[in-house]
């Protein structure tokens, strides 16, 4: 007896493309023959049936994937290499009926057939030659291929499948499984990577997820989603609209004392070895003098002072030389932009469904993102953990009662590779601990070569874009198991806004095309030539004229009868 998910591969659309040769160079693989070169694209989904020996024998098709093809059998080279002869004509006088004279020999490995409850279940069973291969169905793929369908609670439709018809099979993932399991988003520079971040965002603010999402943006690139205001493709019936709150450098506030040791070490370089010690002993006393207390700068500093006497051998107290040195470099932290005694981002400032907050970073130095970023998400991960264990009431800052998610964008400057960060550790932690308590992070680079690899290792879905840099290819390799070596072979040849999804959000590895984003792209490269010309156009020139123009011969006016003449 058929299954249905047979009836999603029977339909009239299906093809059948050619006939099975045998097994392939593994035991998952089989090799089938075709004259048909249309279909056999490297990628692409292709399936045979088996079982239905009997009425109580259940009928499944074998779901695989094109992983390569070779060309064993044509019409000489020499009749190629000249140009005046057309070889159809050739191939017609020596008795080559077919309309496709080469034969091509394509290696698919198994996925196998679909359980709703268990996914994909490979059988085991090599196809017998002779068996028949199809071109699996858009019908079956959009059946099999998504643990989602469109717009369902826990949906974002990223695309469709790039190597079938535009929204024939739409690409959806699961959310659930994306946020909870942490994802990334690895491309080359131009390859579209913040512009689908941003085709993520705008799903995950949609009414079907409500999402709350914090981005750590260096560039300012995501500005332009304050489009979702009042955008009535993100608008219930129930009155639901997605916030957007655009935090500028200048709205950035951390406390203080959120702050640790090895965050002011970050904060105050060119250190000696004994001023971190007396620092480190500071924070001691601090701790013991001031409990869960705010403290100030000022206090900190006093603790170092504390922290540097000692005593000679007659019992008089001795004072330090490194106290006022440090007083000098603490002064510098004092007057930071960013970090205050009082002021704070506390994460119910930071998050709340159905709002997407950006932290623009463009203009803090790079020290003072590395430590806002880790003291930002050492807070969210506590205030999650706190909260999961009923140890905040309602009314403290702290206080998150739902799950939250983090994109980083340009993910490598804060958990570097072979580098000390002082975001690292705590990522490492969040990564590894925070799907327990509702914490997920997405990791945006165009460097995965320079990401640490423990860091990328722990995100279990990857967006995979084009990377030509074979240093960054060669990281994908051992970091990212998920997508397959036979598409991690493709991405040099992918193009913008195509991309590799593979891990926890879908069944399957595929390939997409990334829809059209509903809001602003705010990453565009700036059109260097138009500007230049546009420096040349009359209007410009005479502004420019003016405005050079010494004072005494500017045009200047003149008052007739009180009335001023141009």
């Known amino acids: 007896m058929a299954s249905d998910q047979f009836n999603h591969v029977n339909d009239s659309s299906t093809l059948t493309i050619g006939t099975v040769k045998g097994p392939g160079e593994n035991g998952n693989q089989y090799v089938f023959i075709t004259a048909d070169n249309r279909y056999v694209k490297v990628g692409e989904f292709v399936c045979y049936q088996v079982g239905g020996m009997d009425e109580t024998d259940e009928t499944h098709q074998i779901l695989g994937k094109i992983s390569a093809r070779r060309l064993i059998d044509h019409l000489p080279d020499r009749i190629f290499a000249d140009t005046e002869i057309s070889p159809e004509t050739i191939a017609a006088l020596v008795g080559f009926a077919h309309p496709n004279p080469e034969i091509y020999e394509v290696t698919v490995d198994v996925i196998g057939y679909f359980d709703v409850r268990l996914g994909f279940i490979n059988p085991r069973v090599a196809p017998k030659p002779g068996a028949k291969v199809y071109l699996a169905s858009d019908g079956y793929l959009r059946h099999v291929l998504n643990r989602r369908q469109v717009r369902d609670v826990g949906s974002a439709h990223m695309g469709s499948l790039l ?336 991309v590799i999804m593979a891990g926890a959000c879908v069944n399957t590895p595929v390939l997409c095309q990334v829809r059209q984003r509903l809001t602003q792209h705010g990453g565009q490269t700036l059109d260097a030539p138009a500007m230049w010309q546009d420096f040349f156009q009359p209007h410009q020139v005479r502004s420019r004229t003016i405005e050079q123009a010494p004072p005494a011969s500017r045009p200047r006016s003149r008052t007739v009868r009180g009335v001023s003449i141009d």
């Open 163 to 498: 190597l079938r018809s535009q929204g024939a099979v739409p690409v959806v993932l699961d959310v659930k499984e994306l946020v909870s399991t942490h994802m990334a988003i690895l491309a080359g520079t131009g390859s579209g990577k913040s512009y689908t971040a941003g085709v993520l965002v705008e799903e995950l603010m949609a009414p079907h997820n409500r999402a709350a999402v914090l981005i750590f943006d260096p560039h300012g690139e995501y500005g332009t989603l304050e489009d979702l205001r009042g955008h009535p493709a993100f608008q219930d019936e129930d009155g639901y609209a997605p916030q957007v709150k655009i935090l500028k450098p200048e709205d950035i506030r951390i406390r203080v004392s959120s702050l640790d040791f090895y965050d002011v070490v970050t904060l105050l370089p060119n250190m000696s070895d004994r001023q971190q010690s007396i620092l480190s002993k500071a924070f001691g006393i601090l701790r013991n003098r001031m409990g869960d207390r705010r403290w100030s700068v000022n206090d900190l500093m006093d603790a170092v002072f504390d922290a540097d006497r000692s005593q000679d051998e007659d019992g008089n107290e001795k004072k330090g030389s490194s106290a006022e040195a440090l007083e000098w470099k603490l002064d510098k932290l004092a007057r930071s932009d960013y970090f205050h005694t009082a002021d704070h981002l506390a994460p119910k400032d930071l998050f709340q469904p159905g709002q997407v907050t950006v932290l623009q970073m463009n203009e803090i130095s790079q020290e003072e993102q590395q430590v806002i970023c880790a003291a930002i998400l050492r807070q969210a991960n506590q205030a999650r953990m706190n909260t999961q264990k009923e140890k905040l009431d309602p009314q403290d800052e702290n206080y998150l009662p739902y799950p939250v998610f983090i994109l980083l964008e340009e993910a490598h400057r804060f958990a570097p590779a072979h580098e000390p960060s002082r975001c690292k550790m705590i990522l490492r932690t969040i990564l590894s601990e925070g799907r327990k308590f509702g914490l997920g992070v997405g990791l945006i680079t165009q460097r995965p070569g320079k990401l640490d690899s423990d860091v990328l290792s722990q995100c279990m879905s990857q967006f995979i874009m084009r990377i030509v840099n074979p240093v960054d290819q060669d990281s994908l390799k051992y970091g990212v198991e998920a997508a397959g070596r036979d598409l991690l072979k493709e991405l040099p040849a992918l193009t913008k806004g195509q």
